[in-house]
C-alpha cells in the first residue's frame, strides 16, 4: 500500500479497540473487567461487548471462580504462551459446571500437574458461600504429599514418574511432607489410594490464608488420559457436616469420576498431551 493509500484508508476503530485488549491480555495476563477498564479506558459496555465477541470467536475465556479473562490456549503459537489459559482449565470448565455436586451446593477444583513434585488449582467452582470468595482456590498449589489431588496423581502415575515426584518433595517440600514421606505410612496411604481410586485429603490439612475458615473435607480422582495422567478433579464438603461414608453414598463420588473419564477423553480428542516428568 502505498503513503496515499494508506492516508485514504479509515481505520476500524472496533477492531482496533479489540486489538487492543488482545494486547493487553498477552501482556499481562488473566485481568478482571476492572483491570481491563482502567488499563484501556474504554467503558464497561464496550468492553463488555468486545470480550463477548472475542469469547465467541474462541480467543478469550473466562475464569468461572473471580471472572477473570485470559486468552484462550486454543490460540495455539500466534501469542505468548504463558500468558494463555491452562489447557485442562479451558477443556474441563464445561463439564465442571454439570457437575451434580456443583448443584447440590458442594464446589469442585480443577488441578493440574505443572511439573515435579508440583501441582496448581487452575479452575474452580467455589462461587458463593463459605466455601467461596475469601476462600477461592485458584492459583494455589496444594501439597502433593497431604492434599487429596497429590494423592490421586501420584496414585496414578508409572512408577518411575512417582519416584521422580517424591525426590522433588524430599529436595524442596515442606517439613510435614517430608516427615509424611520418611515415616513409612504415606506409601501405604499411596497404595490405599490406587485400589480405592480416589485421594483423601490428610486430615486438618490446609493452607492458610487460603482456608481460613472451617475445615474441608475432600476426595479427589485422577484425570487420565492416553498419554497419562494430566491432573485431578475434587469435590468438598464441611468436615463438620459429614462423614466420607455419607458422602460417597450421595453418589457425587461417582459423578466427579464420570466427568474425569469425559475430560480425559475431550484432551485427548484435541491433541493435549499428559506433562512429561
Request: net charge positive.
Amino acid at each position: 500500500m502505498t503513503h496515499s493509500e494508506h492516508s485514504s484508508s479509515k481505520t476500524i476503530r472496533a477492531l482496533d479497540r479489540g486489538l487492543q485488549i488482545v494486547e493487553l491480555l498477552s501482556q499481562r495476563g488473566q485481568m478482571t473487567l476492572a483491570d481491563l477498564r482502567k488499563a484501556s479506558q474504554l467503558s464497561n459496555p464496550t468492553l463488555l461487548r468486545i470480550l463477548l465477541t472475542l469469547q465467541d470467536r474462541g480467543w478469550v475465556r473466562r475464569s468461572i471462580v473471580e471472572g477473570r479473562y485470559e486468552l484462550a490456549h486454543s490460540l495455539g503459537n500466534l501469542l505468548g504462551e504463558a500468558t494463555r489459559a491452562h489447557p485442562l482449565a479451558e477443556l474441563a470448565a464445561p463439564l465442571l459446571l454439570d457437575l451434580k455436586g456443583r448443584q447440590a451446593g458442594w464446589p469442585s477444583d480443577l488441578c493440574a500437574l505443572v511439573g515435579p513434585g508440583r501441582v496448581e488449582i487452575v479452575e474452580s467452582t467455589r462461587l458463593r458461600g463459605p466455601m467461596a470468595l475469601t476462600r477461592t482456590a485458584l492459583g494455589i498449589r496444594p501439597s502433593m504429599v497431604m492434599s487429596a489431588h497429590g494423592r490421586a496423581i501420584l496414585a496414578f502415575s508409572t512408577e518411575d514418574q512417582c519416584k521422580r515426584h517424591i525426590d522433588v518433595i524430599r529436595k524442596s517440600g515442606s517439613k510435614e511432607d517430608i516427615l509424611n514421606i520418611e515415616n513409612g505410612a504415606f506409601a501405604d496411604e499411596i497404595a490405599q489410594t490406587r485400589k480405592r481410586g480416589y485421594g483423601l485429603r490428610e486430615p486438618k490439612y490446609w493452607q492458610a490464608p487460603f482456608d481460613p475458615g472451617p475445615e474441608l473435607a475432600a476426595i479427589a480422582v485422577p484425570i487420565l488420559s492416553g498419554s497419562g495422567v494430566h491432573g485431578s478433579i475434587s469435590i468438598l464438603w464441611m468436615a463438620d457436616d459429614m462423614r466420607l461414608d455419607e458422602a460417597i453414598s450421595l453418589g457425587f463420588l461417582q459423578d466427579i469420576q464420570k466427568t474425569s473419564a469425559k475430560i480425559g477423553a475431550t484432551l485427548d480428542k484435541a491433541g493435549v498431551v499428559a506433562p512429561k516428568i
